[in-house]
């Protein structure tokens, strides 16, 4: 998903699957190439948003829902 009107705008798509047994985010070109796993915790993630170079997105993480991000190349994860 990108953000909204005057964000800068990402090449990319970031999504949740549990491909890997657990819930973890993902990113992939807007053609569909490129894909890559870029969170690796424990917990469920949801709704993750594309903003410029980074990913947003809500994680459960010891029982409270938390708002983390990563670099859009799986980079410098942090709770914000």
């Not at 657990?22 to 190439?33: A, P, W």
């Not at 809500?58 to 942090?78: C, E, K, M």
């Amino acid at each position: 998903r990108t953000a909204g009107p005057g964000a800068p705008r990402s090449p990319y798509v970031a999504f949740t699957s549990s491909r890997d047994r657990t819930s973890e985010v993902y990113r992939m070109r807007l053609d569909g190439s490129d894909v890559r796993r870029l969170t690796y915790s424990a917990g469920s993630k949801w709704q993750p948003q594309c903003h410029g170079d980074r990913i947003y997105f809500v994680a459960d993480q010891d029982g409270a829902d938390r708002i983390y991000s990563v670099h859009i190349n799986g980079s410098a994860p942090r709770r914000l």
